[in-house]
């Protein structure tokens, strides 16, 4: 797929979404335990799964990102691209502090849908540009639907 992998923009590609979940983990930690004394809905994962999940997302969109800033596609296809990407990252990092630290369950599973409409604006703009950029996006996708489910039940329940 690519003849030369220029180091510096993988590095950069992993570390933008893999800091930015980092950062919003240590904003949560006092609150993450939260999810031990909430009503969770059916097919709720223990909550060890988090962060390994989300660390494999994370990796797949930086890998995403990678492929976008290395390719020859037209810079404005690319910069509307971005745009979604850091919109779908910025609501990402906030959705943390809504839901755990605020306990707006109901507000963040709002927040929540508006993200995943700009994951899905995300990934039509990165396949526009190259289709292994979009598809690396859609676990994460799948992922927020049933995050979304959670947070409806959890809000239901709670």
């Given amino acids: 797929m690519f003849s030369t992998v220029n180091l510096k923009k993988l590095v950069t590609s992993l570390l933008l979404p893999l800091l930015i979940g980092l950062f919003a983990g240590f904003l949560t930690r006092g609150n993450m335990d939260i999810y031990q ?8 994962p ?3 799964a988090f962060p390994i999940v989300w660390t494999i997302l994370y990796i ?10 290395v390719s020859r ?11 979604f990407y850091a919109l779908q990252l910025f609501f990402n990092f906030i959705w943390s ?3 755990f630290n605020l306990g707006a369950y109901t507000f963040s599973a ?3 849908a508006v993200m995943i409409v700009l994951i899905l604006l995300n990934i039509i703009w990165f396949g526009k540009v190259n289709n292994v950029s979009a598809y690396l996006l859609i676990p994460y996708l799948v992922w927020c639907l049933f995050a ?9 329940l709670n």
């Fill in 37 to 44: 004394r909430i009503s969770v809905p059916p097919l709720a």
């Fill in 46 to 48: 223990p909550s060890v």
């Fill in 60 to 69: 797949l969109m930086g890998i995403s990102l990678y492929i976008v800033r």
């Fill in 73 to 83: 596609a037209s810079g404005e296809v690319k910069k509307i691209g971005y745009i």
């Fill in 97 to 99: 502090i809504l839901f």
């Fill in 110 to 112: 709002v927040w929540l």
């Fill in 148 to 156: 979304l489910y959670l947070n409806i039940g959890i809000a239901i």
